[in-house]
């Protein structure tokens, strides 16, 4: 199984990114799914979380309102949309396919089994 995670970079705060995470190797529509991130000092944090087919979604207080996740199952595509970033947004985000197909959706990271390689956000202030 392989995540592939892309669509990190730099940008000025009050802008806007979309991270994408391609699955290989597993079911994808058969999972939901996870955004995670890790900010340099801090310990990884619980983004936002997706179900099955989309109809559920469930996000960190700190990203409510601002960031949206959403999925693609025809390619096996899972989405992190981030608007209004703040410098505080800064971190390497993280997808993860969780253990179980029977969360609906899944907050914490010892639920996820399957995680990728991270991408950088950077977000000038």
């Known amino acids: 199984v392989q995540l592939q995670a892309s669509g990190g970079g730099l940008v000025q705060a009050g802008g806007s990114l979309r991270l994408s995470c391609t699955v290989s190797?597993?079911?994808?529509?058969?999972?939901?799914m996870g955004w995670f991130r890790q900010a340099p000092g801090k310990e990884r944090e619980f983004v936002a979380t997706i179900s099955r087919r989309g109809g559920t979604t469930y996000y960190a207080d700190s990203v409510k309102g601002r960031f949206t996740i959403s999925r693609d199952n025809a390619k096996n595509t899972v989405y992190l949309q981030m608007n209004s970033l703040k410098p505080e947004d800064t971190a390497v985000y993280y997808c993860a396919s969780p253990s179980s197909i029977t969360y609906t959706i899944a907050t914490i990271a010892e639920q996820y089994y399957y995680w990728g390689q991270g991408t950088l956000v950077t977000v000038s202030s």
């Open positions: 190797g597993r079911a994808f529509s058969s999972y939901a």
